[in-house]
């Protein structure tokens, strides 16, 4: 998905929200026509980015602060994105408002969440109901929630894409994987790229601002 956003950019200033150790920002940062910042509330996790970028000897800006009132100019940005953000709060909206005041006309938002109908996800919402979920509040999405929150805040969709899967015995998506994949590799491709937006673990949205 980032690819995709970027794949006509000449310069382009990028932003990671709840960038933790910021793994995709310092790959971005690799490129020099790139500006990449990354912004997280955990001192420790900007830290460690930090680290990163030391070790691999890239320019990396870390901010710390709130990615609902981040302290950016409005319309700076060419791409926002966000991997297991947004499902952490009960309220998206301002997270949502915010990405539409700091992406510059044009520009792109990926937004990563886990995906409603998976049996992982499912498990999750059910230990969620019941108290005993250790890491905190999680909101599921289908593409339909993610459309219809984007079109909200003056976005649309263009591509939608599922990935990952959880295994074990539990995971019946896992397990047609690993029956059918080694006969259909070709067929098994597609179906992930065609429809796995819709069953798989997690759904990676690209988004424009209008």
């Known amino acids: 998905m980032l690819e995709q956003a970027l794949a006509n950019a000449g310069r382009a200033e990028i932003l990671e929200l709840g960038c933790g150790p910021a793994g ?40 710390r602060g709130d990615v609902r009132r981040t302290p950016f100019a409005a319309e700076k940005f060419d791409l926002v994105f966000s991997q297991g953000l947004l499902e952490h709060f009960p309220d998206p909206d301002p997270v949502w408002r915010e990405m539409q005041r700091i992406i510059k006309p044009g520009g792109y938002a990926v937004v990563d969440v886990p995906q409603t109908w998976n049996p992982y996800t499912l498990a999750k919402a059910w230990h969620a109901c019941k108290g005993d979920w250790p890491w905190g509040w999680e909101t599921h999405y289908t593409v339909a929630d993610l459309r219809r929150a984007a079109r909200g805040h003056g976005f649309r969709l263009l591509a939608a894409r599922g990935y990952g899967y959880r295994g074990g015995w539990g995971d019946v998506t896992d397990l047609a994987r690993r029956g059918l994949q080694p006969f259909f590799p070709a067929g ?3 179906l992930e790229k065609k429809f796995g937006a819709h069953w798989m673990m997690n759904v990676a949205v690209l988004l424009q601002k209008s």
């Open 24 to 63: 995709d920002a310092l790959n971005l940062a690799a490129q020099r026509n790139f500006q990449v910042y990354g912004l997280d509330f955990s001192t420790q996790a900007l830290a460690q980015a930090a680290a990163g970028a030391r070790v691999l000897g890239r320019s990396l800006e870390l901010v």
């Open 188 to 190: 098994w491709a597609y």
